[in-house]
Each structure stands twice: as structure tokens, then as C-alpha cells.
């Protein structure tokens, strides 16, 4: 992600925990052969956790964004207003 911090984060191109370049291999923990990985201080910091999973604050935001934004997905309206709809 390019300008991450438009969105209130300081990385959005390597991953808070991985090997490799941009910490791409997912192995956290280990379980894929690979003992090495890095796992960063900060992970609200991070759009990606690990090479296959945005960080919990970006699921945050996403959720707040769907329940009250007006997403191209749903029209004009928000999931808020959708369930209070009468």
C-alpha cells in the first residue's frame, strides 16, 4: 500500500511478522520449515500482519467503514442503515 499513513499507519508494504522480502513468507510461529521470522514491536502500526492477513486494526476499520461509510458496495446506504431501516 502506497501512503499508508493517509490511513493512520506507518507501514503498508512489509508485513509485522514474516521472513523474506517484505516479510512475504508467511511463517510466523514457524510451522512452515522456516524457524526465522521477525515479528514486529508494534502491529497497529502494520496494514498487514503477515503476508496473508491485514493487521486487527485495519479489520477495525474496515468494520467501522462498513457499519457507518457509505461503501460503493451497498449502494448509497451504510450497514447501519440497512438494519435500521424501517
Known amino acids: 500500500m502506497n501512503y499508508p499513513s493517509k490511513y493512520g499507519f506507518?507501514?503498508?508494504?512489509?508485513a509485522c511478522c514474516g521472513n523474506g522480502p517484505y516479510r512475504g513468507i508467511f511463517s510466523c510461529g514457524g510451522r512452515r520449515g522456516v524457524k526465522e521470522y521477525y515479528l514486529c514491536d508494534n502491529v497497529s502500526e502494520y496494514v498487514f500482519f503477515d503476508s496473508a492477513h491485514p493487521s486487527e486494526r485495519v479489520y477495525k476499520q474496515f468494520a467501522r467503514q462498513s457499519w457507518i461509510g457509505k461503501?460503493?458496495?451497498n449502494g448509497s446506504q451504510s450497514l447501519k442503515d440497512l438494519f435500521e431501516s424501517k
Open 10 to 14: 506507518k507501514e503498508g508494504k512489509v
Open 71 to 73: 461503501l460503493s458496495l
